[in-house]
Every structure is written in C-alpha cells, then in structure tokens.
C-alpha cells in the first residue's frame, strides 16, 4: 500500500468517496500473466467505471472474441462484448459496437439484451437507436446504469448531481448548478468534475499494481479521449466564448486560454510514453510475452454467449 502522506487523503475525505474505491482484480493465474494484463488495459474503459460501482470484472473469450464477465449482486452476470458471429478483425477492447446481455447460470429463462450498438447483420432490419453509437462506451455505460437501477443492483442516485458516476475510462457528468459561495454547507455536491479528479488520484493512490496504475494514467493522456486532451477542448470552448463578448479583455482572455489549451496537449506529447514506462514496472515475473492469444489461454475460463436474433 502506499504510505499515508500529506497528498493522502484524509479520513473526511476517504470517508465522502468511499462509494468510488474499485472492486477487486479477478482472482486467478492469468491476472500475472502480461498478455492477461494488455487485455485488461484494452477493456479499462469498460471494467473501470463497473468496479467504481462496486461491480467485479474479468476479462474472457466467447465464441468467437474477447467479452467482459460482469458478476452481479444477485448471482447474475452481465456479458459484454463485440458480436460473436460473425467474428470481425478489428482490436480487442475496440469493437465496431458492443452488445450487452444478463443471464443466470442457474436460470436459463433469465436472458436479456440491455444494450446493442453492433451493426445489424440484416439490411432489411430497422436501425436501432444505439448503434449510432457504435463502440462509444460511455453509452454503454449509461445503459447499464439505467437497467441496473431499475433492477436495484445498483443504488439510484439521491439527486441530479449525485447521478453523476464517475468514470475513468469517459466520465459522463451532468453539469452542476453554477455555486453559491455564500452557502458553504454542502461545496462537495457542486465541484462534480473536481471530485471526479479526486476520485481517480484516491484510486491511484490504492493500487498495489502498476498495471492497474498504468490504466489509470492512460484514462488522463490518451491524446484522443483523455483527460488533458478534454481539458485542452474545454480551454479552447471557453476561449471562443470569452471572444463572443468583443471586446479588448475577451479577447485577451481568448488568448491566454489557447495558450492554456495549448500547454496542456503539448504536456500530453511530452508524456506520451508515460504509460508504456508505468505498465514496464511491473514485477519481472510478469514481463512474460505480451502477445494476445488468437483464441482462449489455458485455464482461461470461456463463456457460452447465446446471441438473440437481431431483427427489431
């Protein structure tokens, strides 16, 4: 564990955020293994959001790709994953769209289909609404919560801003009420997006795996959808936005937030090889070959995916 020091949080703070700590690694021999590990790290956007909720993830091979085992509170599970058949080409952990299903092992009637933004395989069929969204996990995500909720294996959310989950990988938060300072009762239920920061150094800070901190680090520069790359954005909007005032000011300001915009992704180039060197620390007994298996490893346990018909 890491050792408590003046960048830990304190017992208040732990206390409040308790609710974001991650749910265990998998338990088996293959977590050691490096091809076990890249796997994992390719699925981070989709298995570190679910264990912020509590949920225990591993990573497995179907019928045909590899799919996320979602364990459920009430014996259930989720399945998540590309289409199994046909199978396709592209990258584990970056389908073309993702179906998700819920299944019992003890209830083969318990079968449903929560999420599918695959391509449909009949032209005549109609277009569902989620496969605009093709392999975007941040719906995926949203999808899962909905249904989870109404099931109640997750908790619902207290109010608007508490709905906000955090998530590491594509955190999906709803903007919060601009804050009164006036009203210091309740600040942390308004920095949502600060907490969110928060929530992922708490996590950092747990890991015992260099690996699971490397996934962590990944989620902030990613130079496509990571967090600097966002910052970066946001710098650039609210620069247009003071611009729109036209006057001098507005237009200074616009200036100092492009260079701000522009700081931050050239700090994104610098580390660009921050990830691969965190995930390289790794003990030496794993540094084994990093190569994925075209099929199921050894002892790797498989899932029986039965994929629904696909016409509505």
Not at 19 to 25: D, E, I
Not at 164 to 171: I, L, Q
Request: net charge negative; with cysteine.
């Amino acid at each position: 564990m890491v050792a408590e020091d003046k960048n830990t949080p304190t017992a208040s703070h732990t206390d409040a955020r308790r609710t974001s700590a991650l749910a265990p690694l998998p338990d088996h021999r293959n977590v050691d293994t490096a091809w076990w590990q890249e796997l994992w790290r390719r699925h981070a956007h989709i298995t570190t959001p679910l264990r912020q909720r509590g949920l225990e993830c591993d990573i497995e091979f179907g019928l045909s790709a590899y799919i996320v085992h979602v364990s459920l509170p009430d014996d259930s599970y989720l399945i998540i994953g590309p289409p199994q058949e046909p199978s396709c080409d592209r990258p584990p952990g970056d389908p073309e769209g993702w179906i998700v299903t819920r299944q019992h092992p003890d209830d083969q009637a318990l079968f449903e289909v929560i999420y599918d933004s695959a391509p449909s395989a009949d032209p005549g069929a109609p277009e569902r609404p989620e496969a605009r969204h093709g392999g975007n996990a941040t719906h995926l995500i949203e999808a899962i919560d909905q249904r989870l909720i109404q099931l109640v294996l997750l908790p619902a959310p207290s109010s608007s801003t508490a709905s906000a989950h955090v998530s590491a990988a594509t955190p999906t938060l709803r903007a919060p009420k601009t804050p009164d300072v006036s009203d210091n009762a309740d600040r942390t239920s308004v920095y949502v997006y600060g907490d969110a920061l928060l929530a992922l150094t708490d996590r950092l800070n747990a890991t015992e795996s260099h690996a699971d901190a490397a996934a962590l680090l990944h989620q902030v520069l990613d130079p496509t959808s990571g967090l600097l790359e966002r910052l970066g954005e946001f710098f650039e909007a609210a620069g247009e936005k003071a611009k729109e005032a036209e006057q001098d000011d507005g237009f200074d300001l616009h200036y100092d937030l492009e260079d701000a915009a522009a700081t931050l992704r050239s700090l994104g180039e610098d580390l660009h090889t921050a990830v691969d060197r965190m995930r390289a620390l790794a003990p030496a007994r794993q540094a084994t070959s990093a190569a994925l298996p075209s099929g199921p490893s050894p002892g790797l346990p498989t899932a029986n995916i039965p994929m629904p018909g696909r016409t509505r």
